[in-house]
C-alpha cells in the first residue's frame, strides 16, 4: 500500500535560514506525491506535486521539491525562510488513482 | 467565492445526536472528496464523489457515517448518533475532474466538537 513518512513532527528555522522537510514514501507502483500546506484554521493548499518527468519540481512560494527514486524521498526545501511560512506542512501520496494518502504533517515555526 | 465553500465553519453537539456537514464544490468540478483530520489518526480519506459515478465509500469508518451529493454539486455528510471520537475537523475537496492529476481544491472545513 502506498504511505509517506514524514520525519520531524516539529522544525524551527531562523528568518533567511533553509528550509528542509523531509519525507519518503512507500510505493508499489511509480508515485504521485505532492506536498500540501495548513494556515491555522484553514483547508490544505497545494505547494507543487510530482507526476512523472522532471525530478525537481517548483511549486509556489519559492518552495521546491526533488522526487529521488533511489531514495524513495521527495524532500521539500527553500533556500531562505521567511515569517509567513509558519504553518504545517504534509506531505502525500496518491492512492488508486485519486485518493491522497497524508503523511502524519510537520509543523514550521520560523524564529525572528 | 470562487473556493470550496463548507459550513458550519464549527459545530458543537452532545453525545448522541446526529450532525450534518455540508460542502459546496467549486463550481464545475465534477469530483468530490470529504476528509477527516484528528489528533489521533492525521488526515484520513472518507469518501469520493465522481460524476454519476457510485462513490467510493471505503473511508468511511463506520455505518454511522454517510453521504451523498446531490445533483452533481453540493454534498452533505451526516453522522449519526455521534461519539467523543467523532470530534475532528472535516475537510471537503474538489477537482475539475476524477483523476489524481488534478488538483484537489480544500475548503476551510467544519470543526466538529461532541461533547
Known amino acids: 500500500a502506498q504511505s509517506v513518512t514524514q520525519l520531524g513532527s516539529h522544525v524551527s528555522v531562523s528568518e533567511g535560514a533553509l528550509v528542509l522537510l523531509r519525507c519518503n514514501y512507500s510505493s508499489s507502483v511509480p508515485p504521485y506525491l505532492f506536498w500540501y500546506v495548513q494556515y491555522p484554521n484553514q483547508g490544505l493548499q497545494l505547494l507543487l506535486k510530482?507526476?512523472?518527468?522532471?525530478?525537481l519540481v517548483k511549486g509556489i512560494n519559492g518552495f521546491e521539491a526533488e522526487f529521488k527514486k533511489s531514495e524513495t524521498s521527495f524532500h521539500l526545501t527553500k533556500p531562505s525562510a521567511h515569517m509567513s511560512d509558519a504553518a504545517e506542512y504534509f506531505c502525500a501520496v496518491s492512492v488508486d488513482d485519486y485518493k491522497l494518502s497524508f503523511g502524519a504533517g510537520t509543523t514550521v515555526t520560523v524564529r525572528a | 467565492g470562487a473556493g470550496v465553500s463548507q459550513s458550519p465553519s464549527n459545530k458543537v453537539t452532545e453525545k448522541g445526536k446526529d450532525v450534518e456537514l455540508r460542502c459546496d464544490p467549486i463550481?464545475?468540478?465534477?469530483?468530490l472528496y470529504w476528509y477527516r483530520q484528528s489528533l489521533g489518526q492525521g488526515l484520513e480519506f472518507l469518501i469520493y464523489?465522481?460524476?454519476?459515478?457510485?462513490?467510493?465509500k471505503s473511508g468511511l469508518p463506520s455505518d454511522r457515517f454517510s453521504a451523498e451529493r446531490t445533483g452533481g454539486s453540493v454534498s452533505t455528510l451526516t453522522i449519526q448518533r455521534t461519539q467523543q471520537e467523532d470530534s475532528a475537523v472535516y475537510l471537503c475537496?474538489?477537482?475539475?475532474?476524477?483523476?489524481?492529476?488534478?488538483?484537489?481544491?480544500f475548503g476551510d472545513g467544519t470543526r466538529l466538537s461532541i461533547l
Open positions: 510530482y507526476t512523472t518527468g522532471a525530478t
Open positions: 464523489f465522481q460524476g454519476n459515478s457510485a462513490p467510493d
Open positions: 475537496a474538489s477537482s475539475r475532474t476524477g483523476g489524481i492529476s488534478q488538483p484537489q481544491h
Open positions: 463550481s464545475g468540478h465534477t469530483a
